[in-house]
């Protein structure tokens, strides 16, 4: 239980630095560690595959996608825009709205009853593979669909036609 | 299911006619497999289907009617395809390819018996759009409609997700029976996750079909991508999701329709007058079928408001005739365009002069869109408001009157452009293909316009 609150507290610390940091690209970093924080959450939750992906997918490739926009976008302080103030109105208004929800939602919480999972072994990498390859089969077979239209597009769209013809 | 399979190995196939530059038989080909493929959908026509692949997909008289339609519009788009395509560039075989992955998509969209599939189905279709809309690559208007359609697309996407999951979380299964048993055993026990995640869902819907006030992204995206894209998504994917907005309404939200009627009501209403108004003040062909097609959304969406057993005919016959017209009216801009080079109402003036025959079927498709009597569309509005009045939608139906009047004013001023304007102009190159879907295409408006009976029973 330790380990939780000290990984929990350690989420909240980097997702605070996140929003706080002057420089864009230390921000991104901090998400980073607080991506890396979430994949240790989810082994003690005894999800494997999910902290592989969560690992993999979000901290390798999305925010290195998100570092590489950053370098593309030279974001620095001389260039960002002056917010006016009907934004600064209007995101005080947005917030305030935001606040008397959570606020109204926290006044009806109650607490649930704690879920027991009937099988503990569920986010087991095994498992996971049995239900992709036994229920769900078939969307996992149809979403190879998505994939070769997707890639088929992509090149299609990069390649540079030879004689390019406008109508 | 071998529809599905035979419109999933038709684009490989037309991929390596491409790759071994066989580019004559790409057309052929294409439209001998969506044929074969049509016939297996008919052969799968059952009144007692059962779902397959533990209840992931369930092939009964709907999905079969609506691959039918889809498939049949898709042939026919295929055919004014000829000589199009290879002007933008010489990847013609992908081209095809990605139209039948969206097809392929499609069919997964009306077929569906789980969420999972729903979803899949949903964005094996957009993306493939995503990219048909931005092919012309030096084209300004195609760039920003390629990536206006995707950023607005992938956004819905995330409230469609979305909801889906917060319908999981309440009831515990993507399976569609599952979540019928679920409302319908325990209606005052639905957990509030089940409602945020019913309205994100029509949300999501609606941004797809393109429905007031989330059909911002509908005007730019059509007038952008190239007209024979343009002609697939106004058509067959308007179709499809209308298919699988009632489909997953019908299936598991039916009983719940005091909660989210009202909503689709506004949507609906909205929807009418925004496409319709906004219609009015278009000086561009193209532009104004963009937002008749949103108005049309409008008409569609009574079949989901007064959701009862005949929903599922009327939504059929409305969009065959919507989808027949509609692939009239763009070949004719297609043609119109190729000659004058412009879209304006202007550039059709004195076509009844050197085409009577364009001029004639363009004239059917208008009437057809206007909803005059004697053509399909009539009778899909008919079938629409009829339903509407029996659950005493009085209001919505007199609203959506008021609406039909309005647009009969920018279909006719089409005809009177073609009709009562003369200019000195050409005559327009029409190729036999084109003769050949806008002759079929007129007959098939008028046949369902004159006997309704003959589609209106089949589901």
């Keep these: 239980m330790s380990t939780f609150y000290f990984i929990a507290f350690l989420s909240i610390f980097f997702a605070i630095l996140v929003i706080t940091a002057r420089n864009p690209v230390h921000s991104i970093l901090y998400l980073v560690l607080t991506f890396f924080t979430f994949t240790i959450h989810y082994i003690l939750l005894n999800a494997q595959f999910l902290a592989i992906v969560n690992f993999i997918v979000y901290m390798g490739a999305i925010l290195v996608l998100f570092l590489y926009t950053l370098m593309l976008m030279n974001l620095n302080k001389d260039n960002e825009p002056m917010k006016s103030n009907i934004v600064k109105i209007a995101a005080v208004f947005g917030g305030g709205c935001l606040l008397v929800t959570v606020v109204a939602s926290l006044k009806t919480m109650t607490v649930s009853e704690p879920v027991v999972l009937q099988n503990p072994d569920l986010g087991l990498v095994k498992n996971l593979g049995k239900v992709l390859f036994n229920e769900f089969l078939l969307p996992f077979e149809v979403s190879s669909l998505l994939l070769l239209s997707a890639m088929v597009g992509a090149v299609l769209l990069a390649t540079k036609d030879k004689q390019p013809k406008t109508i | 299911m071998t529809t599905l399979i035979i419109l999933s190995v038709l684009p490989l196939l037309l991929l390596y006619l491409g790759l071994f530059k066989a580019n004559k038989t790409l057309l052929p080909v294409s439209v001998i497999g969506l044929l074969v493929g049509l016939g297996f959908a008919f052969a799968e026509w059952n009144a007692n289907a059962q779902p397959i692949f533990s209840g992931m997909m369930l092939f009964d008289r709907f999905s079969v009617a609506f691959s039918s339609i889809t498939i049949l519009s898709t042939v026919l788009i295929l055919l004014l395809s000829k000589g199009y395509f290879e002007k933008i560039s ?216 007064a959701l009862g057993s005949a929903s599922a005919s009327s939504v059929f016959v409305y969009a065959s005739a919507y989808s027949v017209a509609s692939i009239i009216a763009f070949a004719a801009l297609i043609l119109v365009h190729r000659q004058s080079g412009s879209d304006s109402f202007d550039s059709f003036n004195g076509l009844a002069s050197k085409n009577p025959f364009l001029a004639f079927t363009l004239t059917v498709a208008m009437l057809s869109l206007a909803g005059i009597p004697l053509t399909a569309g009539f009778v899909g509005k008919f079938f629409m408001f009829s339903e509407a009045l029996n659950k005493y939608q009085i209001w919505l139906v007199v609203l959506a009157v008021v609406n039909a009047i309005i647009s009969i004013f920018y279909y006719f001023r089409v005809i009177i452009a073609m009709y009562f304007r003369t200019t000195d102009r050409g005559e327009v190159a029409v190729p036999a293909y084109y003769t050949f879907v806008l002759g079929l295409s007129a007959i098939i408006t008028i046949v369902i316009g004159v006997y309704p009976a003959l589609i209106s029973d089949l589901i």
């Design chain 2, 90 to 305: 010489s990847h013609v075989a992908e081209y095809y390819a990605i139209i039948l992955f969206a097809l392929a998509g499609i069919i997964v969209m009306v077929s569906f018996h789980n969420m999972v599939m729903l979803f899949i189905g949903i964005e094996i279709m957009s993306v493939s759009l995503y990219i048909l809309a931005g092919i012309r690559k030096n084209d300004f208007a195609s760039n920003e409609a390629a990536l206006k359609y995707f950023l607005m697309g992938a956004f819905s996407t995330g409230f469609l997700l979305f909801g889906i999951t917060l319908i999981y979380g309440a009831s515990g299964s993507f399976n569609l029976e599952a979540i019928r048993n679920y409302v319908v055993e325990s209606p005052r026990e639905i957990s509030p996750l089940f409602y945020t995640g019913l309205l994100l869902v029509i949300v999501g819907m609606c941004f797809k079909v393109g429905a007031a006030p989330f059909h911002f992204w509908t005007p730019d995206v059509y007038e952008g991508a190239p007209t024979l894209i343009t002609t697939f998504m106004s058509t067959v994917v308007k179709t499809a999701g209308f298919a699988a907005f009632l489909r997953l309404f019908s299936a598991c939200f039916a009983t719940l329709s005091d909660f989210w009627a009202p909503v689709l009501l506004i949507i609906t209403v909205l929807t009418l007058f925004i496409g319709n108004i906004t219609a009015l003040y278009q000086q561009s062909f193209k532009r104004m079928l963009a937002f008749s097609s949103i108005s049309h959304a409008g008409y569609l969406l009574f079949a989901i408001v």
